[in-house]
C-alpha cells in the first residue's frame, strides 16, 4: 500500500492515473476490497470445481468404439441435497459478510448533515459545503482523516458518482437526496467518473477529489470565501467585460460581480483548480481559451454553446479568468 | 409410436412439403413450424445486426481518445445493441425454439391458438421493424435498453427516438403476452395420451415456466412504457421529480419485468441443454425432478429479486437485506442444475457432436456469469463494480456465453429435424473453437477493466494504464468472436442446401419429435400412441432390453 501511494502522490498532478477497487484508500473501500478477496476466493474454489468435474467427465466418459448404452443412473437425492445444501451454507456465509460490510462502508445516518454535498449537473459535478458557504465545481476538496458525510444530489437526470479508491459509488437522483460516507486517510488527488448512464457527455464527467491535510484544508476553505480581486492587466479588464457582453454572465457565477447565474460551474476561483471541462483537460491560459472559443470541439454534445468568440476576445476572457484566485 | 415416418418418406427436405411453397403460404402461415422458424431466422438476422452494432462499438474503444464515431452514435450504438439482443435478437429466437418444439415435443397438431401465434409473430416482426424505422425518422433512441427517466423525458430527449422504442416494445411486448399465454395453454391442454407432467421433456417443463413469466412479468414494462409515453406526449408526470413524479418508480417498473426478463432469456436455454446433454451423453437426466422444480424456484424468486439491479440508488438496510438475501438464494437452484447436468454426463458415453461441444462450453461460462452474478449480489461490491465493465462482462457471460451458446447447441441439435439436413460437423468443429476462443478473450478482460474503475456506456476514455491495451485485446478478440458467428452461419446455409440427408432420428434420441419425418409434416403425426416414460423413443427402442427404463415417471 505504501509502495502505491508513493506512486499515487507522483502522478497526483496528472491528469488522469491509475484507479482500482483492491486500491483501497479508506477503510470503507478497505472494507469492500477484503470483502472482494472473499467472494473471488469462493468463486474460484467454485468455478475449479465445476470446471475440473467437467473436463475429468469429457476424458473418463468420452465415448470409444464399441460401447453399448451406459448404466441409467435416475438421481441420487441424497447427493443432490449435497449440491444444494453446500452452495446454500457458502452463500449464507458471503450474506453474513456482506451485512458486516455493509454496516462499515454506508452506515445509517441519524440526523448527520452533510458535510459537503455532491449536486450532479450534465455533465459537471457542484460542490456546496453547507457550513462554510464555499460553492465551487468540479474539484472536491476533503480534509484527510475524517469521516465525511457527502450528500449526493441531481439536478437533471441520474448520475452516479464514482471515485473506486475511495469505495462505494452512489446515485445522484433527482427528488431523491442520498448520503455516502467516506473518510479519505491519505493527502492525495483521487480520480473517478459518472457511472450512471446521463447522455451525450457521459464519458466526459469526471471526478477530482483533492484530500488535503486539515489545516491545508481550512485555508482553501477560507480563501474560497473571499470575493477574488477585480482585474488590473489590460488584457483582464477587457475579458471582464467580454465575460458580461458575450453572455457568459447568463450562465456562470463570479463571487463579487455581476456575473450571479447557477446554471454553469461556478468560476469565483476557477484559477486555483487544477483542470477544467470536468477533469477534461489541465488547467492553463491556452486551454482555457480554446475551451472558451470552442468547447463543442473538446467536448461534443456539452451545454456550453460556441459563442462565436474571436480568437482575441477567448484569450481576454481566459486571461481574466486565470486571474480568479 | 407413429406411423408418420412411413407416410411421408418422401419428405427430406423443406421443398419436399407443397404447403410451404410460396411466400404466401409463409406470409399467411398459421402453421407453428413455419412461425418458428420464420422467429428463429428473423432472430439470427437481428443477431446480425447487433453484432455490427457491437463491432462498431468496440472499434470506437480499439484506442484511448477515439473519434471513430460520435458521441451521439455511439449513445444510439449502445442503445440499439441491447435493446436488440434482447428484444428482437434473444426473446423471438427462444419463442421460435419453443413454437416449433414444443407441440412436436408433446405430440400436438399445433399449438393451442394458432391465429394468435402468428399474431405473435407479426407483432414483433413489425415492432422491430419500427425501432429501426427510428434512424430514418431523426434518430435512434440513445437512453440505453433500460432506459431511466427522467433522461427519457422530453426535456432531455427531444428527437423521436424514444417514442419509437416505447412504441416498439409496447409492440413486441403485447406479442410476447400473446405467446406466453399460447405456450400455457398448449403445454396443459394438448398433450399426447399418458404424457403426464412428470412425463414432460425438460425443454417442454422450462418453456411453460417461461410462458408464466413471460405472462406475469410483461404488464410491469408494458405499464411503464405507457407511462412515460404519456409523459413525453400528453404532458403528464409519472417521472418527472421537479413535478411531482418519482424518477426511481421508472426503475421499479423497469426491473420488476427486467430481472424475471433474465431468466425468460435463460430458462429456455437450460431447456435446452437440458434435452442435448443426456442424448448426447446416453443417460436419462440426473434428477428429473429436481431439475423441474429447480425452474418453479427459480421463476418464483425471479420476482422477488429486482432491487438489486439498484442497490446504488440509496434505499433502506431491511430491503436491502432482504434483496441481497433473495439474490443470493436464486443461485442456489441454478447451481442445481450445472451439478445436475455435470452428473448427467458423469458416468455416460458421451458422443462429442457440435450439439454437445456447445452444450459442454455452456456449463462452464455459464457458471462463470453465475459467478459474477453472485459478486452483485453482496452488496458492498455492486456498490463498487455495478454500471462498471464488470456488469458488460457479467451480462455477456450469461446471455452471449449462456444463452447464445445453448441456443446454438440447439441450431445444431434439431437443424436436422427443421430442414431435414444434418449441419456440418467438421465446419461444427471450427464454429465452435472460434466461438470459445473469440467469447472469451472478448469478454474476459473485461472483467479487469471493471475493477480499474471503467464505467459503462462511454464512448471513449482517457489514456490510463491498461484502459488501451486491455480495450485492444477484447476488440481484436472480438473479431475471432465475428468469423465464428460467420461460420455458424455459413454452415447452415451450405447445410440447408448441401447438407447430408438426415433421417428422421440422426442423434438416436428419445423425444416425440425424433418420431416424425425430417422436417415435420404440416400435421405433424399420424398418431400417437400412448406414452408410457419421460423418453417415448427410448422405451420403444430398448423395450425388451431395459424394461425397468420405462417406469421413470410414474
Known amino acids: 500500500m505504501?509502495?502505491?501511494?508513493?506512486?499515487?502522490?507522483?502522478?497526483?498532478?496528472?491528469?488522469?492515473?491509475?484507479?482500482?477497487?483492491?486500491n483501497a484508500q479508506t477503510p470503507q473501500a478497505q472494507s469492500i476490497a477484503n470483502l472482494f478477496y472473499i467472494d473471488l476466493a469462493i468463486a474460484a474454489v467454485i468455478f475449479l470445481t465445476v470446471t475440473a468435474l467437467v473436463i475429468a467427465a469429457v476424458i473418463r466418459f468420452r465415448a470409444r468404439p464399441g460401447d453399448g448404452e451406459p448404466y441409467q443412473d435416475p438421481g441420487n437425492p441424497k447427493l443432490e441435497t449435497l449440491w444444494t445444501v453446500v452452495p446454500a451454507l457458502i452463500?449464507?456465509?458471503?450474506?453474513?459478510?456482506?451485512?458486516?460490510?455493509?454496516?462499515?462502508?454506508?452506515?445509517?445516518?441519524?440526523?448527520?448533515?452533510?458535510?459537503?454535498?455532491?449536486?450532479?449537473?450534465?455533465?459537471?459535478?457542484?460542490?456546496?459545503?453547507?457550513?462554510?458557504?464555499?460553492?465551487?465545481?468540479?474539484?472536491?476538496?476533503?480534509?484527510?482523516?475524517?469521516?465525511?458525510?457527502?450528500?449526493?444530489?441531481?439536478?437533471?437526470?441520474?448520475?452516479?458518482?464514482?471515485?473506486?479508491?475511495?469505495?462505494?459509488?452512489?446515485?445522484?437522483?433527482?427528488?431523491?437526496?442520498?448520503?455516502?460516507?467516506?473518510?479519505?486517510?491519505?493527502?492525495?488527488?483521487?480520480?473517478?467518473?459518472?457511472?450512471?448512464?446521463?447522455?451525450?457527455?457521459?464519458?466526459?464527467?469526471?471526478?477530482?477529489?483533492?484530500?488535503?491535510?486539515?489545516?491545508?484544508?481550512?485555508?482553501?476553505?477560507?480563501a474560497q470565501l473571499h470575493a477574488p480581486a477585480p482585474p488590473v492587466a489590460a488584457a483582464a479588464v477587457r475579458g471582464a467585460g467580454l465575460f458580461e457582453e458575450k453572455t457568459c454572465m447568463n450562465c456562470h457565477n463570479i463571487a463579487g460581480t455581476k456575473a450571479r447565474a447557477l446554471v454553469g460551474p461556478d468560476l469565483t476561483h476557477l484559477a486555483d483548480r487544477d483542470t477544467i471541462g470536468s477533469n477534461l483537460i489541465a488547467n492553463n491560459l491556452t486551454n482555457l481559451a480554446q475551451w472558451i472559443a470552442d468547447p463543442q470541439s473538446l467536448k461534443p454534445g456539452c451545454n456550453m454553446p460556441n459563442l462565436r468568440l474571436s480568437g482575441a476576445e477567448a484569450e481576454d476572457i481566459a486571461v481574466y479568468l486565470e486571474s480568479l484566485k | 409410436m407413429s406411423e408418420a415416418s412411413q407416410s411421408h418418406a418422401t419428405?427430406?427436405?423443406?421443398?419436399?412439403?407443397?404447403?410451404?411453397?410460396?411466400?404466401?403460404?409463409?406470409?399467411?402461415?398459421?402453421?407453428?413450424?413455419?412461425?418458428?422458424?420464420?422467429y428463429v431466422v428473423s432472430a439470427y438476422f437481428f443477431l446480425f445486426v447487433g453484432v455490427v452494432e457491437a463491432l462498431i462499438m468496440r472499434l470506437q474503444l480499439i484506442r484511448p481518445n477515439n473519434h471513430l464515431i460520435s458521441p451521439e452514435t455511439y449513445d444510439q450504438l449502445f442503445t440499439m445493441h441491447g435493446t436488440t439482443m434482447v428484444f428482437l435478437m434473444a426473446?423471438?429466437?427462444?419463442?421460435?425454439?419453443?413454437?416449433?418444439?414444443?407441440?412436436?415435443?408433446?405430440?400436438?397438431?399445433?399449438?393451442?391458438?394458432?391465429?394468435?401465434?402468428?399474431?405473435?409473430?407479426?407483432?414483433?416482426?413489425?415492432?422491430?421493424?419500427?425501432?429501426?424505422?427510428?434512424?430514418?425518422?431523426?434518430?435512434?433512441?440513445?437512453?440505453?435498453?433500460?432506459?431511466?427517466?427522467?433522461?427519457?423525458?422530453?426535456?432531455?430527449?427531444f428527437d423521436h427516438g424514444i417514442d419509437?422504442?416505447?412504441?416498439?416494445?409496447?409492440?413486441?411486448?403485447?406479442?410476447?403476452?400473446?405467446?406466453?399465454?399460447?405456450?400455457?395453454?398448449?403445454?396443459?391442454?394438448?398433450?399426447?395420451?399418458?404424457?403426464?407432467?412428470?412425463r414432460l421433456p425438460l425443454f417442454v417443463w422450462m418453456v411453460f415456466i417461461n410462458g408464466i413469466l413471460v405472462?406475469?412479468?410483461?404488464?410491469?414494462?408494458?405499464?411503464?412504457?405507457?407511462?412515460?409515453?404519456?409523459?413525453?406526449?400528453?404532458?403528464?408526470?409519472?417521472?418527472?421529480?421537479?413535478?411531482?413524479?418519482?424518477?426511481?418508480?421508472?426503475?421499479?417498473?423497469?426491473?420488476?419485468?427486467?430481472?424475471?426478463?433474465?431468466?425468460?432469456?435463460?430458462?429456455?436455454?437450460?431447456?435446452?441443454?437440458?434435452?442435448?446433454?443426456?442424448?448426447?451423453?446416453?443417460?436419462?437426466?440426473?434428477?428429473?425432478?429436481?431439475?423441474?422444480?429447480?425452474?418453479?424456484?427459480?421463476?418464483?424468486?425471479?420476482?422477488?429479486?429486482?432491487?438489486?439491479?439498484?442497490?446504488?440508488?440509496?434505499?433502506?438496510?431491511?430491503?436491502?437485506?432482504?434483496?441481497?438475501?433473495?439474490?443470493?438464494?436464486?443461485?442456489?437452484?441454478?447451481?442445481?442444475?450445472?451439478?445436475?447436468?455435470?452428473?448427467?454426463m458423469w458416468g455416460g458415453t458421451i458422443r462429442f457432436s457440435t450439439p454437445m461441444l456447445f452444450a459442454t462450453a455452456f456449463l462452464i461460462q455459464f457458471t462463470i456469469g453465475g459467478l459474477s452474478g453472485i459478486t452483485f449480489a453482496a452488496i458492498p461490491l455492486d456498490w463498487q463494480l455495478t454500471d462498471s465493465y464488470f456488469v458488460v462482462a457479467h451480462i455477456h457471460y450469461v446471455l452471449l456465453g449462456g444463452?447464445?451458446?445453448?441456443?446454438?447447441?440447439?441450431?445444431?441439435?434439431?437443424?436436422?429435424?427443421?430442414?431435414?439436413?444434418?449441419?456440418?460437423?467438421?465446419?461444427?468443429?471450427?464454429?465452435?473453437?472460434?466461438?470459445?476462443?473469440?467469447?472469451?478473450?472478448?469478454?474476459?478482460?473485461?472483467?479487469?477493466?471493471?475493477?480499474?474503475?471503467?464505467?459503462?456506456?462511454?464512448y471513449t476514455y482517457p489514456d490510463v494504464?491498461?484502459?488501451?491495451?486491455?480495450?485492444?485485446?477484447?476488440?481484436?478478440?472480438?473479431?475471432?468472436l465475428v468469423l465464428g458467428l460467420l461460420v455458424f452461419v455459413a454452415n447452415m446455409i451450405w447445410s440447408l442446401l448441401r447438407g447430408k440427408v438426415a433421417g428422421d432420428d440422426p442423434w438416436d434420441a428419445w423425444t416425440l419429435e425424433w418420431a416424425t419425418s425430417s422436417p415435420p409434416p404440416p400435421e405433424n403425426f399420424e398418431r400417437v400412441r400412448t406414452i408410457h416414460g419421460r423418453r417415448p423413443l427410448w422405451d420403444l427402442k430398448h423395450a425388451a432390453v431395459a424394461p425397468a427404463a420405462t417406469k421413470e415417471g410414474r
Open chain 1, 91 to 222: 452463500l449464507l456465509f458471503l450474506l453474513v459478510l456482506t451485512a458486516r460490510a455493509m454496516f462499515i462502508v454506508n452506515p445509517p445516518v441519524g440526523t448527520r448533515k452533510p458535510d459537503v454535498i455532491v449536486v450532479a449537473h450534465q455533465w459537471w459535478w457542484e460542490y456546496r459545503y453547507p457550513s462554510s458557504g464555499v460553492v465551487t465545481a468540479n474539484e472536491l476538496h476533503m480534509p484527510a482523516g475524517t469521516n465525511w458525510l457527502l450528500g449526493i444530489q441531481s439536478a437533471d437526470v441520474i448520475h452516479d458518482f464514482w471515485v473506486p479508491d475511495l469505495g462505494a459509488k452512489m446515485d445522484a437522483i433527482p427528488g431523491h437526496p442520498n448520503v455516502l460516507w467516506i473518510t479519505p486517510q491519505k493527502t492525495g488527488t483521487y480520480l473517478g467518473t459518472c457511472a450512471e448512464y446521463c447522455g451525450a457527455e457521459h464519458a466526459m464527467m469526471g471526478i477530482r477529489v483533492i484530500v488535503q491535510p486539515p489545516e491545508e484544508f481550512a485555508q482553501w476553505e477560507k
Open chain 2, 465 to 480: 494504464p491498461y484502459f488501451g491495451l486491455l480495450h485492444a485485446i477484447s476488440t481484436y478478440f472480438a473479431f475471432v
Open chain 2, 91 to 157: 426473446m423471438p429466437l427462444l419463442f421460435g425454439f419453443s413454437v416449433y418444439l414444443v407441440p412436436l415435443m408433446i405430440g400436438a397438431r399445433d399449438m393451442a391458438f394458432p391465429r394468435l401465434n402468428a399474431l405473435g409473430f407479426w407483432l414483433y416482426f413489425f415492432g422491430a421493424l419500427m425501432l429501426y424505422f427510428s434512424f430514418m425518422a431523426g434518430g435512434a433512441p440513445a437512453a440505453g435498453w433500460f432506459g431511466y427517466a427522467p433522461l427519457t423525458e422530453k426535456s432531455y430527449s
Open chain 1, 2 to 22: 505504501t509502495m502505491t501511494n508513493a506512486v499515487m502522490s507522483a502522478m497526483g498532478g496528472q491528469m488522469h492515473h491509475h484507479t482500482s477497487v483492491f
Open chain 2, 215 to 344: 405472462v406475469l412479468a410483461m404488464p410491469p414494462l408494458n405499464a411503464a412504457l405507457v407511462m412515460i409515453l404519456a409523459d413525453r406526449l400528453l404532458n403528464t408526470h409519472f417521472f418527472t421529480p421537479a413535478t411531482g413524479g418519482s424518477a426511481l418508480m421508472w426503475q421499479n417498473y423497469f426491473w420488476m419485468f427486467g430481472h424475471p426478463e433474465v431468466y425468460i432469456l435463460v430458462l429456455p436455454a437450460f431447456g435446452v441443454i437440458s434435452e442435448v446433454i443426456p442424448v448426447f451423453s446416453r443417460k436419462v437426466m440426473y434428477g428429473y425432478g429436481l431439475m423441474a422444480t429447480s425452474t418453479v424456484a427459480i421463476a418464483f424468486l425471479s420476482f422477488g429479486v429486482w432491487l438489486h439491479h439498484m442497490f446504488a440508488t440509496g434505499l433502506g438496510f431491511a430491503i436491502l437485506y432482504l434483496f441481497a438475501a433473495s439474490s443470493m438464494l436464486i443461485a442456489v437452484p441454478t447451481g442445481i442444475k450445472i451439478f445436475n447436468w455435470i452428473a448427467t
Open chain 2, 164 to 198: 419509437y422504442w416505447a412504441l416498439s416494445l409496447l409492440v413486441m411486448g403485447a406479442g410476447s403476452v400473446a405467446t406466453g399465454i399460447n405456450l400455457i395453454v398448449t403445454v396443459l391442454t394438448l398433450r399426447a395420451p399418458g404424457m403426464t407432467l412428470r
Open chain 2, 11 to 38: 419428405i427430406t427436405s423443406l421443398a419436399d412439403i407443397k404447403e410451404y411453397r410460396g411466400l404466401l403460404s409463409w406470409v399467411a402461415s398459421i402453421d407453428h413450424k413455419q412461425i418458428g422458424i420464420m
Open chain 2, 403 to 458: 444463452t447464445v451458446f445453448a441456443m446454438i447447441a440447439g441450431t445444431y441439435y434439431w437443424f436436422p429435424k427443421v430442414t431435414g439436413r444434418m449441419m456440418s460437423e467438421r465446419v461444427g468443429r471450427w464454429n465452435f473453437w472460434l466461438l470459445v476462443i473469440g467469447f472469451n478473450g472478448t469478454f474476459a478482460v473485461l472483467h479487469i477493466l471493471g475493477v480499474l474503475g471503467m464505467p459503462r456506456r462511454v
